[in-house]
Structure formats: C-alpha cells, structure tokens
C-alpha cells in the first residue's frame, strides 16, 4: 500500500468526515472545524490517498506566526490502512514541512492508552515531555511528546 502524500484540498473536506467518523471514537473534528483548518487556520493538512481517491489518512499541523514550534494538532489512520507504513509515511512528511518552515521542535499530545501510537512517536524521536490528566473528553490522560527538528526556513 504506497499513498500518495499531498496537501489538503477543500475537495477533501466530506472525505476527511467520513474517515474521523470510521477511525475514531471520539474526539472528532466537525466539518466546521476542518473547514476552518482547511481555509482559515495557519496550519497544514496532509492527506493519504489510497486506490480510487480514498483517504487512508490525514494529519493536521499548525504553524503560529513568529514561533518556531509546530504542533501536530490531529493525526489519524483509516483502520484498514493501519500497520502499512501510511502513519510514519505521513509523520516524517509533516515533521519535513515544519523544519521546512523553519520550525526547531514539534510537538503533539496522544492518548496513554494508544500504545501503537506511543511506539511510533518514540521510533521517531519523540520524547515525553508532560502527563496531561483527564486531557480527552472521555477522561483519559495523554503524553505531551516534543521532538527537536533542524530548521532550514524557506522564503
């Protein structure tokens, strides 16, 4: 299964619904909200695209003006499409879009009980930096993980 990488679209807005709604069992996007993050927001999405333009994932940083920390705000796998290599193919391209902007650290917050996602992060150079009680809406705690990045800012 090799995707294609790309930005966001506003094409891909109803896609990125469908796949929160398959994927996670809560704490989901609304369709405003990604719309906001699709148009308004300084941030970037990246999608996956699988066969037939299916989405097999997307992940959303966001990029504050005069700062050099990005934050991977939402990241999130198609269940099919899992244990594939899409989700570290996704996190090496953001991580390369904040350094690319000339950001010096990302970070991210993820669920203690999310063992597949801890072990990704950490094989990727995350490091626990705060234990976030009670941090999601069903009460369960999360890591806040940083990793440095060299940056080499563009324009």
Known sequence: MIPILRPAAGHDLSSLCHLEEIALSGD?????????????AHALTLVAEG????????????LRRNSTQARLYSFCVHP??????VGREMLRWLTSAASERGC????????????????????????????????????????????????????
Not at 80 to 85: L, P, T, V, Y
Not at 132 to 153: H, I, Q, V
């Open 28 to 40: 989901r996007f609304s369709r405003r909200q990604f719309h906001h993050l699709l148009y308004r």
């Open 104 to 155: 010096d650290r990302l970070v991210l917050e993820v669920r203690v009980d999310n063992p597949v996602a801890l072990g990704l992060y950490r094989s990727e150079g995350f490091m626990p930096a705060a234990w976030l009680t009670n941090y999601y809406e069903d009460g369960c705690a999360a890591w806040r993980m940083t990793k440095g990045l060299t940056g080499s800012r563009i324009g």
């Open 51 to 62: 066969d037939a333009q299916r989405l097999l994932g997307y992940g959303t940083l966001l």
């Open 80 to 85: 099919g499409a899992r244990g594939h290599g």
